[in-house]
């Protein structure tokens, strides 16, 4: 049965975030993951995720300054030494987390940047990506890489299937993996049936959301009882992290997923 993960950067917002472990729990989530830890000591989190017999699936590298509209570092040239930090940072919280994966946000290219510029960036991603990979490899854990659409997040490197599999190809690392987020993919490239069955040996981490508005899936133009069976029929095992933006109150839109286990 798919295994869903809630996301508390989005779910439960009616709760401080400590509180949310504890409201996901009784919700019928036995994962959880989010965006970013660091705002709170890792034994605090443990406790929480203890407390509430959760699992923590995923969070993200330090993204740099996300307040001034940073999102990741790993294409960053001129970045490396801070990248290679938020590396030995992330793994740190894996640890005390037993998370056994991690996600490395890619960054922003700038306004108009010319093919010398993303030539760059290309080279800096890949060369990160390695030091990243091979870092993962000796905590155990393995590293993400996610496409995210231009839509919601303009001039982000990584925005494309076929561009992550090239980058996964590239670094050669086998706990280099992909973290298919299938709203972002529906809204760049769509046919995400076809996505999977490509992809599937490659994916490390899957996510949903409602198109366009980034809701709960069963809102919009997405079919998820159809993909998550064809996904669960590929032998899929790993969890489904829920990343969307509830249309009301969290508990009350999650009727959606009452198939798998939650209890509304």
């Not at 298919?180 to 760049?188: G, K, R, T």
Request: aromatic content about 10%; hydrophobic content about 40%; overall charge negative.
């Amino acid at each position: 049965m798919i295994r869903l993960a809630a996301n508390l950067s989005m779910l439960f917002q009616e709760h401080d975030f400590l509180d949310r472990f504890s409201a996901a729990a009784e919700a019928g989530f036995r994962g959880v993951e989010y965006l970013f830890p660091y705002a709170y000591a890792p034994e605090a989190l443990a406790g929480a995720l203890r407390e509430a017999k959760l699992e923590q699936v995923l969070f993200n590298l330090p993204p740099g300054d996300w307040a001034a509209g940073e999102r990741g570092l790993a294409s960053l040239p001129g970045r490396e030494a801070e990248f290679r930090e938020s590396v030995s940072e992330a793994l740190r919280y894996a640890d005390t987390l037993n998370c056994p994966r991690i996600h490395a946000m890619a960054g922003l290219v700038p306004e108009g940047a010319d093919r010398e510029t993303l030539a760059a960036h290309q080279d800096t991603y890949l060369e990160n990506l390695r030091f990243a990979a091979r870092e993962a490899a000796k905590a155990g854990r393995d590293l993400l890489i996610e496409p995210i659409n231009h839509r919601d997040m303009p001039r982000y490197f990584l925005s494309r299937q076929d561009q992550a599999m090239a980058a996964i190809e590239a670094v050669g690392a086998d706990n280099l993996r992909l973290q298919f987020d299938l709203y972002h993919c529906q809204i760049m490239e769509g046919d995400l049936i076809r996505h999977l069955e490509q992809q599937f040996h490659h994916i490390g981490h899957v996510q949903i959301a409602g198109v366009p508005e980034r809701h709960e899936p069963d809102i919009g133009e997405v079919n998820y009882p159809s993909i998550l069976a064809r996904l669960e029929a590929l032998g899929y095992r790993g969890w489904v992290g829920c990343e969307y933006r509830p249309a009301g109150n969290t508990r009350d839109g999650l009727a959606w997923g009452r198939v798998h286990g939650l209890t509304p």
